[in-house]
């Protein structure tokens, strides 16, 4: 069974970079054929998708959060990672990564969740 | 962008009713690339439906989906206590967005 799980600071002081990593188990973060996705959703709000990023490292991010946003693949683990820079409390929300199938596929499996709160 | 108008925002009914709950788009969402979510207090969404008419692995087939172009619908046929939660629907077909949500309630 696949299970993916979100981890890192919970809180964040404006301007600086959120950091965010998620692990994958039950399954191959470089299996062909999954983009690992990160999408996030303020407190008592609706969800955000912020972007995807292929095994191979071809990522691809929502145009709004675009000029701040990285997702990358790091090497030999089972993983992905989220930044986000020059944070503001906007930016306070669950964030939560996601894989969905190549093509176009909704996301299918989801982590739990981890509360990240941008304040000084 | 394509922007996703869930209606009604908050629907109340009781345990064995019928749910009807709609997700308008702001254009035409291509071959129907339009899901539906369910989320409980706390807890990830859960894929409903995708391609607006197909179950997920291990959804009770009370739950449907159906509509196409700007127009679609989840219908819950018979409400059980579980059900009560907030629904979003999600575009894939052109980037991704989600509409805001229908909250259902136990009336």
């Known amino acids: 069974q696949l299970q993916l799980q979100e981890s890192g600071p919970g809180l964040v002081k404006p301007s600086e970079t959120l950091s965010l990593t998620c692990t994958v188990s039950g399954g191959s973060i470089s299996s062909s054929g999954y983009y690992w996705s990160w999408i996030r959703q303020p407190p008592g709000k609706g969800l955000e998708y912020i972007g995807s990023i292929y095994y191979s490292g071809s990522a691809y991010y929502n145009p709004s959060l675009k000029s701040r946003v990285t997702i990358s693949v790091p090497t030999s683990k089972n993983q992905f990672s989220l930044r986000l820079s020059s944070v503001t409390a906007a930016d306070t929300a669950v964030y939560y990564c996601?894989?969905?199938?190549?093509?176009?596929?909704?996301?299918?499996?989801w982590g739990q969740g981890t509360l990240v709160t941008v304040s000084s | 962008e394509i922007v996703l108008t869930q209606s009604p925002g908050t629907l109340s009914l009781s345990p064995g009713e019928r749910a009807t709950l709609s997700c308008r788009a702001s254009?035409?969402?291509?071959?129907?690339?339009l899901a539906w979510y369910q989320q409980k207090p706390g807890q990830a969404p859960r894929l409903l439906i995708y391609?607006?008419?197909s179950r997920a692995t291990g959804i009770p087939d009370r739950f449907s989906g159906s509509g196409s172009g700007t127009d679609f619908t989840l219908t819950i046929s018979r409400l059980e206590p579980e059900d009560f939660a907030v629904y979003y629907c999600?575009?894939?077909?052109?980037?991704?967005?989600f509409g805001q949500g229908t909250r259902l309630e136990i009336k």
């Open positions: 999600q575009q894939y077909g052109n980037s991704i967005t």
């Open positions: 254009q035409s969402v291509s071959s129907n690339y």
């Open positions: 996601a894989r969905r199938r190549d093509g176009y596929n909704p996301s299918d499996y």
């Open positions: 391609g607006a008419s």
